[in-house]
């Protein structure tokens, strides 16, 4: 599978942005995460393909919003209300799992990152 990310940039607090991951191939569970410099890449958000369930990890519930387009081999996040905090490198991940994983080393590949900068 090979996955390609675009969308991110740069915003100021309380803006918005969308994030895109291209995907080829199949897959069965689609994820974001992201690391700020100095930590650790921690999962944003799940989804199952196909219609699936999905997860919103809580310092994003209410705010972000994954979701895919089958028609177009898409997953998207749709980021509102963003703050300082969220600024990362983001990137989309794909696994085969029946029920997706919030760990990063459940997932077999990775893009190659957007930056994502609020401030």
């Known amino acids: 599978v090979q996955l390609v990310e675009s969308g991110g940039g740069s915003v100021q607090a309380g803006g918005s942005l969308r994030l895109s991951c291209d995907v080829s191939?199949?897959?069965?569970?689609m994820a974001w995460f992201r690391q700020a410099p100095g930590k650790e890449r921690e999962v944003v958000a799940t989804i199952r393909t196909g219609g699936g369930p999905t997860y919103h990890t809580d310092s994003v519930k209410g705010r972000f919003t994954i979701s895919e387009d089958s028609a177009k081999d898409t997953v998207y996040l749709q980021m509102n209300s963003l703050k300082a905090e969220d600024t990362a490198m983001y990137y989309c991940?794909?696994?085969?799992?029946?029920?997706?994983?919030?760990?990063?080393?459940?997932?077999?590949?990775w893009g190659q990152g957007t930056q994502v900068t609020v401030s």
């Open positions: 991940a794909a696994d085969l799992r029946l029920s997706c994983s919030i760990w990063a080393g459940d997932y077999y590949s």
């Open positions: 191939g199949y897959t069965s569970c």
